[in-house]
């Protein structure tokens, strides 16, 4: 089954993995040092963030690095975009609204 | 800086969480949340008129208000009934949008406020929805009412004759 963004975000492990590695690329090796699971356990996740395109695998040498692909990060936030600057608008006017009453006391 | 919103809606959970802070003390919050005279004054977009047909704030209450253009004319209508309404602290309220195919589809709202130091305020609110279909479909309609705020913005360019 293909996975989307989403659930692919879903789950802790995946989201610390995409912490990691946005901060730099890493091998396999590396990455599963950070995490109590097995190596099987860690690679599964890590194909599920690359079928979803969340990370992109590159060879350097006899190495593989796992890269953070922020482009489709991106995509995930500007879905949410639209909620949020609802909010946005509706809670500083509710800031107002909040200023106005407390001058009034 | 302004108070960061934070949105939590996970892809495979019927829940919303929205958190923010306020530069105000919980009591004023509150009331900004509970009474319709203010509630109005934010509650919608720039560009609509929220009026309220009925608003009972307090356990065992409901309320029924509709979003309206700039000419008075509704363009959605909203409704709930009120469980519980605990001043200061916490409001629990059912939402409905009137404008869907079929009935059913509600949400269960909480409204947390939770005192700061410095006078401040943690507003959460924690949205239930009965499916995740459900969800989505609420977060969608903030997508479009903000795409409607756009076009008013451009309809208001426009009349001014750029």
Redesign the interface.
């Known amino acids: 089954m293909k996975r989307d963004v989403f659930q692919a975000l879903a789950d802790p492990t995946r989201r610390a993995i995409l912490i990691l590695i946005a901060a730099q690329a890493m091998t396999p090796n590396a990455l599963a040092e950070n995490f109590n699971s097995s190596r099987q356990a860690v690679s599964k996740h890590i194909k599920i963030l690359t079928e979803c395109q969340l990370v992109k695998q590159e060879q350097s040498g006899r190495e593989i690095y796992y890269h953070f692909n922020p482009k489709k990060m991106k995509e995930v936030a500007d879905w949410l975009e639209p909620f949020r600057q609802m909010w946005e608008d509706r809670f500083s006017k509710l800031d107002k609204v909040l200023l106005t009453l407390k001058n009034k006391k | 800086m302004?108070?960061q919103?934070k949105?939590t809606?996970?892809?495979?959970?019927q829940e919303v969480f929205?958190t923010?802070e306020?530069?105000?003390?919980r009591e004023?919050?509150f009331?900004?949340h509970a009474d319709p005279d203010?509630l109005i004054?934010?509650?919608g977009?720039?560009s609509r008129i929220i009026k309220i047909e009925k608003y009972d704030s307090r356990t065992g209450g409901s309320y029924r208000y509709f979003v309206c253009n700039q000419a008075g004319k509704p363009v959605a209508a909203f409704n709930g009934v009120i469980h519980e309404v605990t001043f200061p602290e916490r409001i629990m309220q059912t939402f409905e949008f009137e404008g869907l195919p079929e009935r059913g589809h509600v949400s269960l709202d909480t409204m947390l406020f939770e005192e700061l130091p410095g006078n401040r305020t943690k507003l959460i609110i924690h949205s239930v929805f009965r499916s995740i279909e459900d969800k989505e479909g609420m977060?969608q309609s903030?997508?479009e009412?903000?795409?409607n705020?756009g076009y008013v913005k451009l309809d208001n360019l426009l009349a001014k004759g750029i």
């Open positions: 302004a108070n919103i949105i809606a996970e892809k495979d959970k929205i923010r306020f530069d105000y003390p004023l919050v009331k900004a203010l004054q934010w509650l977009p720039d977060m903030g997508v009412s903000g795409v705020e």
